[in-house]
């Protein structure tokens, strides 16, 4: 027996998951006074995906957040794109869709940053830096929904429009 | 029609390892998310290779996605015994570079005065779920990524351009 998911389901799934990992990047600087800690285990579960250096990262409340500006941006730019998803043009998602290697491309930036910061060349603002994770993870969620509503209906011709 | 199932396993296990023990040795984890996206984008570059067919944009999240759960696993029981000395090196390098610089970043004698105080079973397997969910959701990513640089367009149907013979005589030369 196969279980046939909607596409509601899978935007309600992936917007909660993403949500709850971009909230966690906020609550770990709030929480060190009342719950160090929960703030210090928050932190080490970001640990293995972000390097946490100090310097490249944003602060709340006088504490550092759990990752690093592009990671920030990463997170943010996932799930807000992922929340949104509903509501963009059908035909953009379908232009979007049929091009995957954007996902590659989009990444330029990030990765033109990244170079000319490890090369010296310049030390790029943390908003530069937070702006560049921002966009390739924009761009993710269009390929991500698809791959789930191939796996939850078989069909990727079946898409999700709360719009219609 | 016989349904065609891609096997994922091993792909998934060769790049979760290669993500979760990449991801813990020190130094080398700088660059965030990478080492699992990569790690994934080549579990689906080894599943496309393994299988003669064309794979799905969701073969590419669900390979990616197991290899990031196997990361995740790999990467915390390799915590464990490597935590110690993470804090060591960082420790010793922190020393050394105090030395050069007039100016260090904020709390950076704080991470001089940790000391490891060992693990208790619950925070361990706490770890490796959050830490599996992690790598899974970049691993997801990184099998999209890599379906979108590896993939195999369908093959087209060539046309074939000999007709067989209605009679099976014709087709014998004569004498």
């Not at chain 1, 957040?65 to 059908?90: E, Q, T």
């Not at chain 2, 290779?49 to 990616?64: A, E, H, M, N, R």
């Not at chain 2, 599996?132 to 087209?156: C, H, M, V």
Request: proline share 6%; charged share 15%; with cysteine.
């Amino acid at each position: 027996m196969r279980i046939k998911f909607s596409g509601f389901f899978w935007w309600l799934i992936t917007s909660l998951t993403s949500g709850t990992l971009l909230a966690g990047i906020f609550l770990a600087p709030i929480l060190p006074t009342r719950w160090p800690a929960l703030s210090a285990f928050i932190y080490a579960l970001y640990a293995p995906l972000c390097h946490q250096q100090r310097s490249r990262s944003f602060y709340l409340a006088g504490q550092q957040l759990a990752v690093c500006s592009r990671c920030s941006g990463i997170y943010a730019g996932f799930f807000l794109c992922a929340l949104f998803y509903p509501l963009y043009w059908k035909k953009l998602k379908n232009w979007l869709e049929q091009r995957p290697l954007l996902m590659v491309f989009s990444a330029l930036p990030m990765v033109i940053d990244f170079s000319i910061n490890i090369l010296g060349l310049w030390n790029s603002p943390l908003f530069i830096k937070s702006l560049t994770g921002f966009i390739w993870s924009s761009f993710l969620p269009f390929y991500w929904f698809k791959a789930l509503q191939e796996l939850g209906t078989g069909s990727p011709q079946k898409r999700l429009d709360l719009q219609k | 029609m016989e349904k065609r199932q891609p096997e994922y396993f091993v792909p998934a296990l060769i790049g979760g390892a290669l993500m979760g023990a990449v991801s813990a040795i020190p130094f080398i984890n700088c660059l965030c998310c990478l080492w699992a996206v990569a790690g994934a984008m080549f579990s689906f570059y080894l599943l496309n290779q393994k299988t003669s067919f064309p794979l799905k944009l969701s073969d590419g999240l669900l390979v990616g996605a197991l290899a990031g759960v196997c990361g995740g696993l790999i990467n915390a029981l390799l915590e464990i015994p490597l935590s110690p000395i993470n804090i060591r090196i960082v420790q010793r390098y922190i020393n050394s570079v105090s030395r050069f610089m007039k100016e260090l970043p904020p709390g950076w004698e704080e991470l001089l005065q940790i000391n490891y105080q060992g693990l208790d079973l619950p925070s361990v397997l706490l770890s490796v779920l959050f830490s599996s969910l992690f790598f899974a959701f970049f691993g997801a990513i990184g099998g999209l990524i890599g379906y979108s640089l590896f993939k195999k367009e369908p093959r087209k149907e060539v046309k074939d351009e000999t007709q067989l013979p209605q009679n099976p005589g014709d087709s014998q030369s004569g004498f």
